[in-house]
């Protein structure tokens, strides 16, 4: 496609579970972010990953978040032992490169996570 | 201290009626982003802005990077219109987006 695609778009999980979420960046965007956002609240900066460099981690709130990015495009996230305080929108973007002015990015549809 | 403020967090309109969102600033910035999140939460990139002006359709963003300040302005508003505006910023000083609260903005037949 020709967005940055995330899935799935909805995710009702059982507290306690785990849970995966995926995001599909713009073909040769070399970087991608993770965003959520809890009810009521702005969006929040969790990781962003730029090519091959170490992913700044920042923003991940406890150690049960984690993500990846295989071959420098899919990035999964996940998140452990899930908690209701983990209900979220999380929302997706990449960009061609991540710091040069002008640089364009484009942002995911995000997935709505509910833990019950 | 990087920060984003946006006002107002709340507006409601008469359709037709034209419509101003702002966002300020702390310091300098490579990339402004104007969002666009309708109430199932999904969310479009309106507009990407270093400088000046653009336009598309109804919609013009304008930012000025010395008062380092951005405004978004809706002509002509249709209850389409009805969403969140969220504004995007990536400083100068990092690589991740700060954003805005974002305003709520509801467009009355």
């Given at each position: 496609?020709a967005?940055v695609s995330?899935?799935?778009?909805?995710?009702?999980t059982?507290?306690g579970?785990?849970?995966e979420?995926?995001?599909?960046?713009?073909?040769g965007?070399?970087?991608?972010?993770w965003?959520r956002?809890?009810l009521g609240?702005?969006?929040?900066?969790?990781?962003?990953?730029?090519?091959?460099?170490?992913?700044?981690?920042?923003?991940?709130?406890?150690d049960?978040?984690?993500?990846?990015?295989?071959?420098?495009?899919v990035?999964t996230l996940?998140?452990?032992?899930?908690?209701q305080e983990?209900?979220?929108?999380?929302l997706?973007a990449?960009s061609?490169?991540g710091?040069?002015?002008?640089?364009?990015?484009f942002f995911?549809?995000g997935t709505?996570l509910?833990?019950? | 201290?990087?920060?984003?403020?946006q006002?107002?967090q709340?507006?409601?309109?008469?359709?037709g009626?034209?419509?101003?969102i702002?966002c300020?600033?702390?310091v300098?910035?490579s990339?402004l982003h104007?969002?666009?999140?309708?109430p199932?939460g999904g969310?479009?990139?309106l507009?990407m802005?270093s400088?000046?002006?653009?336009k598309?359709?109804?919609l013009?963003a304008t930012?000025?990077?010395?008062?380092?300040?951005s405004s978004?302005?809706?002509t002509?508003?249709?209850?389409r219109?009805?969403a969140?505006?969220?504004?995007?910023?990536r400083f100068?000083?990092g690589?991740?987006f700060?954003?805005?609260?974002?305003?709520?903005l509801?467009v009355?037949?």
């Amino acid at each position: 496609g020709a967005g940055v695609s995330q899935s799935p778009s909805n995710k009702v999980t059982e507290k306690g579970k785990d849970v995966e979420l995926r995001c599909d960046p713009i073909s040769g965007h070399t970087a991608l972010y993770w965003y959520r956002q809890s009810l009521g609240q702005g969006l929040e900066f969790l990781i962003y990953f730029q090519g091959n460099s170490a992913p700044d981690k920042s923003g991940l709130p406890s150690d049960r978040f984690s993500a990846e990015r295989t071959g420098g495009s899919v990035s999964t996230l996940t998140i452990q032992r899930t908690q209701q305080e983990d209900s979220a929108v999380y929302l997706c973007a990449s960009s061609l490169v991540g710091r040069i002015m002008n640089t364009e990015a484009f942002f995911g549809q995000g997935t709505r996570l509910t833990v019950v | 201290k990087n920060e984003v403020e946006q006002s107002p967090q709340n507006l409601t309109a008469q359709e037709g009626e034209f419509i101003t969102i702002n966002c300020s600033y702390s310091v300098g910035i490579s990339a402004l982003h104007w969002l666009q999140q309708h109430p199932g939460g999904g969310i479009v990139s309106l507009f990407m802005l270093s400088s000046g002006k653009k336009k598309h359709g109804r919609l013009i963003a304008t930012i000025n990077i010395q008062e380092k300040h951005s405004s978004l302005h809706i002509t002509a508003s249709h209850p389409r219109d009805s969403a969140v505006y969220i504004c995007a910023v990536r400083f100068d000083t990092g690589n991740q987006f700060y954003f805005g609260t974002g305003t709520s903005l509801t467009v009355i037949p």
